[in-house]
């Protein structure tokens, strides 16, 4: 479903632009260097979705 909305996704954005950039130009697009902050909470959020489903408590943390 992910590979279906995302060929979707980049099916309509090259289908709305009058001219089309390099490749490396959405290559560099797609691979911008993440924001520390976003890349923290999102690492928490997901080990601890992956705790909850192990069954796991997380204990303090610096949240």
């Given at each position: 479903m992910e590979a279906f909305l995302f060929t979707g996704w980049w099916g309509e954005r090259f289908a709305r632009e009058e001219r089309l950039q390099s490749?490396?130009?959405?290559?560099?697009?797609?691979?911008?260097?993440?924001?520390?902050?976003?890349?923290?909470a999102e690492a928490i959020a997901k080990f601890h979705r992956m705790a909850e489903d192990w069954g796991l408590q997380v204990e303090g943390g610096g949240e």
């Open positions: 490749p490396q130009h959405y290559v560099d697009t797609m691979l911008k260097p993440a924001d520390p902050a976003l890349a923290e």
